[in-house]
């Protein structure tokens, strides 16, 4: 998927399991070496690490790793929208393209929980 297609992909997971007026609750799932096309965020999100991995960031024009974390069980990250960049509010992290990939590259299956908020 190019850049452009990237940023109008509203499909921040695997799956959308719920919306109402407030939110929008997405399920994420990648196997082992299985990746997350390109996509933007456009609103400000928390999720729930429900079956850890490692899981690398990447870029959307040519899908070079960005940064990769230990995705453990359990864990919780929120992440406000500014612009371009995704803002971390939970993570000890520096900010993160808004527009990018994701790839499992650990060898357990990934599953998360996604809570945007409208």
Same mark, same amino acid.
């Given at each position: 998927m190019?850049?452009d297609?990237?940023? *109008?992909?509203n499909? @921040?997971? !695997? %799956?959308?399991?719920?919306?109402?007026e +407030? !939110? %929008?609750?997405?399920?994420?799932?990648?196997? #082992?070496?299985? &990746?997350? #096309? #390109?996509?933007?965020?456009r609103? &400000? /999100?928390?999720? /729930?690490?429900?079956e850890?991995? !490692?899981? $690398? @960031? !990447?870029? #959307? *024009?040519?899908e070079?790793?960005?940064?990769d974390?230990?995705a453990? $069980?359990?864990d919780?990250?929120?992440?406000?929208?500014?612009?371009?960049?995704l803002?971390p +509010?939970?993570? *000890?992290?520096?900010?993160?393209p808004?527009?990018?990939?994701?790839?499992?590259?650990?060898t357990?299956?990934? @599953?998360e929980? +996604?809570?945007?908020?409208?």
């Open positions: 190019s850049a297609a990237a940023i *109008n992909n499909d @921040v997971g !695997t %799956r959308m399991i719920h919306e109402d +407030l !939110t %929008r609750v997405w399920e994420m799932r990648l196997k #082992p070496g299985e &990746s997350a #096309p #390109p996509h933007t965020h609103l &400000s /999100y928390t999720f /729930y690490i429900m850890g991995s !490692t899981i $690398a @960031v !990447t870029d #959307p *024009n040519t070079a790793i960005i940064f974390f230990k453990n $069980a359990g919780v990250m929120s992440f406000k929208v500014e612009g371009d960049k803002i +509010l939970s993570a *000890n992290m520096a900010p993160i808004a527009t990018h990939g994701a790839k499992n590259i650990g357990t299956d990934f @599953v929980i +996604l809570v945007e908020r409208k």
